[in-house]
């Protein structure tokens, strides 16, 4: 097995060429001509995952977000991301990120969101005419209170608590949700005929609404992390006897705690 096998899956299911112009999806460290015999997959690329795949014995990891973003003018141990590089290249791991890529098919990041909620008619959110798209937009099957949308929301996405908007003065039929930070795609929410956009990263002025919308800030993090199952699922899938893990301190590495 090579990293291109790998990624070849991954991209058959969220193509490079869809990403964001500013995102950095695909092989960030490493070559596709390199062997792989273990493959971690996590949700943030940090030294501890480096660490876990080291120890592990994988020569690939996976994740959502990239581990270069931003341009990087020096490489050191000063920084997390410098930490990880040089972890990485120093245990020989090749290092891939589906991004946007995964934010942008209707079976990816938000399309695990609709389906958490047991939505229905769930279709792309913004397209760009192609078939993909930013978010999605569903209905429940039968209207709901704002008060039940909550504890609706609250359950499915295993919340302590959330960020919320003035309830509505309409019951909540329409939802729709973007995972990570969807602050941009209010105004598509509104226009879809939605009462409850989901995302996270909510700015406080954005929870100024109308009467007949509301919006629910239910965590960068909790909105996205299905997608490392769905990463697993189709690894594990096209290869049955390989060895691919999820990392299992996976949920203990959101870095965003609520006390």
């Known amino acids: 097995m090579i990293v291109k096998d790998i990624t070849d899956v991954i991209e058959a299911f969220a193509p490079l060429g869809i990403q964001e112009g500013w995102d ?15 493959v971690m997959l996590g949700f943030d690329c940090t030294p501890e995952l480096i660490d876990e795949a080291a120890e592990w014995g994988a020569d690939m990891v996976v994740t959502h ?47 695990a969101m609709a389906s958490r909620l047991g939505l229905v008619n769930v279709r792309i959110l913004d397209e760009d005419g192609e078939g993909t798209g930013l ?11 704002p008060e039940e949308a909550v504890r609706i929301v609250k359950e499915k ?19 729709a949700m973007c995972g990570g930070s969807g602050a941009s795609l209010i105004p598509a929410a509104v226009k879809s005929g939605a009462q409850l956009f989901l995302s996270g990263d909510i700015a406080y002025h954005n929870f100024f609404t109308d009467n007949d919308f509301m919006i629910m800030d239910i965590g960068h993090f909790e909105s996205e992390v299905d997608i ?30 609520y006390l």
Do not use: W
């Open 228 to 257: 490392v199952q769905i990463l697993f699922s189709l690894i594990r899938k096209n290869f049955p006897n390989f060895a691919v893990r999820i990392s299992p301190a996976l949920m203990e590495s959101n870095p965003v705690h």
């Open 24 to 38: 950095n999806s695909g092989l960030i460290i490493g070559s596709p001509e390199d062997e792989v015999h273990k």
């Open 157 to 175: 996405f295993s919340l302590k608590v959330v960020r919320c908007s003035k309830f509505p003065d309409v019951p909540v039929s329409r939802v």
């Open 65 to 111: 977000h990239p581990l270069i973003f931003h341009a990087m003018k020096r490489i050191n141990g000063e920084t997390q991301t410098g930490r990880a590089v040089m972890k990485a290249v120093r245990s020989g791991i090749a290092v891939y990120a589906a991004h946007t890529t995964a934010d942008k098919v209707i079976a990816g990041v938000s399309g």
């Open 135 to 145: 978010g999605t937009v569903g209905d429940f099957p039968s209207p709901v209170s």
